[in-house]
């Protein structure tokens, strides 16, 4: 994948006893998930730290990207390596990095492995050796799109072509060789929520080398793979001149500059370097400012670089005479001049005939001729600039170029005409400037519309208007400010709303009538307040006819207790509903047992076992669901038990009081026996046990 060529040195044995727990898989020397030796950190970057390493069994080094300790638990940050990595194996192309691998450590952090690209990025090369030659720039470029191409035929864009990513090496012929590295920042062309980790609104890239609708878009959106052409062609731009393409360089003068005019021609941009017009015009428009008139993809683009690479081998081999043929074998032959006298030292034309005398005068006649339309159009072109009709002037100069280059008042007309255009070009890039910095300030941009103004100020530093736009800036900080405190009140209100506290919620609701000037926040807010206090009145008077329910079904006053419910149910759930209903059939349940609740124990009192079960039997009948007459006939078999028992007892005392009065001892004891083991703590057991004891002595 990257870096710069390095030396890795000889590589040490694996220990035999090797434990990696013990040794930290980032230190060099130490052995990663049992196969890839740590040589050397090369980078650390904003996910991941990236080392040089070797791979212990194939003895090849590669390059591995580990995601950082501190991000290793960070699921959104584990999305993000990972798309990376499934971006990356989508691609097998010799102009981009590959991917070897991607794995998981015992800590949890991931690792992929890459191609190490022994070699030199684009920029250390710019930085160290000044400009590429054309013919090698332009090949480069064509190298640099086949692996855009790629990409790009697999959905991927990757939004961060830079020189810093990519990466020249030489092949095992000696020729200059260029990879595409680092897809941290690809994405897939078609919209893929799923992936989307990264904040809204944020800008991804270098904003150096960034698109125009890459500076301006949030996260992707509206981005295609028109951008990647875009950034490749400020690389080729800077490849090339060793200049870069706009007056604010790298900052956010160049960003605004991409959103107002045109670069600056590649042609002539740097003196020390001849570029073709055909490579000009094939930047020039990878340069463009909207997408759409740019390339349509990157084999388009190649295609036009093909055609100006064949320009150039044509211009490499065409032969240039320098001189006259050479007589054989002699040097080469001199033109000779014409001898401005003749014979005597006397001048020509006194050796021209009257024939050739008239013909002179006539050119003579026809040279003054010239001079004095190219002075009356000179003078119309002078007219022409002074009226701002441009495009005019440009028409007479450019007539007065081809018939009478070497004219006396040419050079300055000209002169006059490209200052004339620059001020044209100067008031048409603030009258941009100015429309950009008014699109921002109704958009209420605070950033990029003082990023405009700086702009326009670099440019039009006593603009007359200054004062105004700085003062409309400075507005927008404080509508900003204001915007943050009717925010923080608004979010006061709403959790006062939500505790039911609405005196409260009023109070800001009046903070917010102070601080919102143009009311809608203020509105919004009243409108919630006023529906969570007629929320709350509503749940108020729900709770207070619940209450009036319950005390009327405990009074049984079911008609009363029916209307409550009637109209509870046009305001209470179902489930809340099916409660209430219950406690009413329940209610009107217990009214109609209690009914039958007194003949019952009227009937056990006096013991009319029949009559007892009689009344049971009627409330099953009329209330088959009620569970009472079930309990009634287990209370009534219970009495019933009970007093059969109570019978057998008093029957046994009868008995043995018989056979004592008797003077049968032993059968009275008999009895006594069978009367203990029906009632064991019989209350007359010893007075029986005394008189049959007595009988028995006697």
């Not at 050796?351 to 003054?368: G, T």
């Not at 070497?406 to 005409?417: F, K």
């Not at 203020?522 to 329910?549: K, L, N, P, Q, T």
């Not at 009327?552 to 209903?581: C, F, I, S």
Request: neutral net charge; proline residues 6%; aromatic residues 4%.
């Amino acid at each position: 994948m990257r870096r710069r060529r390095a030396d890795a040195g000889p590589r040490p044995r694996l220990p035999r006893e090797y434990n990696s727990r013990l040794v930290s898989v980032t230190e060099p020397g130490s052995i990663l998930d049992e196969k890839y030796e740590i040589v050397r950190r090369l980078a650390s970057g904003g996910m991941g730290e990236v080392f040089l390493a070797r791979h212990v069994h194939l003895d090849e080094l590669r390059v591995i990207k580990i995601l950082r300790p501190d991000l290793a638990s960070d699921p959104d940050s584990q999305k993000r390596f990972l798309r990376e990595a499934r971006l990356a194996t989508q691609i097998k192309h010799p102009n981009v990095a590959i991917l070897y691998d991607c794995s998981r450590l015992d800590d949890g952090s991931f690792y992929m492995v890459w191609e190490h690209v022994e070699g030199q990025e684009v920029g250390d090369r710019l930085a160290e050796q000044g400009p590429f030659p054309v013919a090698v720039a332009v090949d480069l470029a064509i190298q640099a799109l086949r692996g855009l191409a790629a990409l790009h035929a697999t959905g991927i864009m990757h939004r961060d072509i830079s020189p810093d990513n990519l990466m020249l090496h030489t092949d095992a012929g000696g020729r200059l060789r260029l990879k595409i590295i680092d897809l941290g920042l690809a994405r897939t062309l078609a919209p893929d929520p799923s992936h989307e980790v990264t904040q809204v609104g944020t800008f991804m890239g270098k904003l150096r080398y960034c698109s125009p609708e890459q500076a301006e878009a949030a996260e992707g959106e509206g981005l295609d793979h028109r951008s990647d052409l875009y950034s490749l062609g400020l690389v080729v731009y800077e490849m090339v001149s060793d200049r870069f393409p706009f007056e604010g360089g790298a900052g956010a003068a160049s960003l605004v500059q991409r959103l107002s005019q045109a670069p600056i021609p590649l042609v002539g941009r740097n003196p020390d370097v001849v570029v073709p017009d055909s490579l000009g015009g094939v930047v020039r428009r990878a340069l463009a400012r909207y997408p759409d008139d740019r390339f349509p993809d990157a084999i388009a683009m190649i295609q036009a670089l093909d055609e100006v690479r064949r320009g150039l081998d044509e211009a490499a081999t065409r032969e240039v005479p320098l001189s006259l043929p050479a007589a054989p074998g002699g040097p080469p032959a001199q033109p000779r001049p014409r001898p401005a006298t003749g014979p005597g030292g006397r001048p020509r034309t006194a050796e021209l005939s009257p024939q050739e005398r008239a013909v002179l005068l006539q050119q003579i006649d026809r040279a003054a001729a010239r001079v004095r339309d190219t002075t009356l159009v000179l003078k119309r072109a002078d007219e022409a600039i002074t009226a701002g009709r441009m495009e005019e002037a440009r028409r007479l100069v450019a007539s007065v170029e081809e018939s009478n280059p070497a004219a006396a008042g040419l050079p300055g007309v000209r002169e006059r005409l490209r200052e004339a255009e620059v001020l044209t070009v100067h008031r048409q890039r603030v009258g941009e400037l100015e429309s950009i910095l008014t699109r921002y300030l109704k958009a209420r941009q605070r950033p990029l519309a003082a990023m405009a103004l700086d702009s326009l100020l670099d440019l039009y530093p006593n603009h007359p208007r200054r004062a105004d736009y700085e003062s409309w800036v400075a507005l927008l900080d404080e509508e900003v400010a204001q915007d943050g405190r009717v925010a923080e009140a608004l979010v006061i209100g709403r959790e006062a709303v939500a505790a039911d506290d609405f005196k409260r919620a009023r109070r800001q609701l009046a903070t917010l009538r102070r601080l919102d000037a143009d009311a809608t926040a203020v509105e919004g807010f009243e409108r919630e307040i006023v529906r969570a206090e007629g929320e709350a009145e509503r749940g108020a008077e729900v709770d207070r006819r619940r209450a009036r329910y319950a005390e009327l079904l405990e009074h049984g006053d079911l008609a009363a207790a029916e209307r409550q419910l009637e109209w509870l149910g046009r305001r209470l759930p179902r489930v809340a509903m099916d409660e209430l209903t219950g406690r009413l059939e329940e209610a009107r349940l217990h009214i109609v047992e209690a009914r039958f609740e007194k003949p019952f124990a009227q009937r056990l009192e006096a013991g009319d076992w029949v009559g007892a079960r009689e009344v049971a039997r009627e409330l099953g009948d009329e209330v088959p669901e009620s569970p009472r007459p079930v309990a009634m006939r287990a209370e009534l078999d219970r009495r019933e038990e009970a007093e059969r028992r109570r019978a057998s007892i008093r029957q046994g005392e009868k008995q043995v009081e018989q056979l004592i009065g008797t003077g049968r001892a032993d059968a009275a004891r008999l009895a006594l026996k069978l009367l203990l083991q029906l009632d064991p703590e019989n209350r007359r057991r010893r007075q029986f046990e005394r008189q049959i004891q007595t009988i028995g002595t006697g």
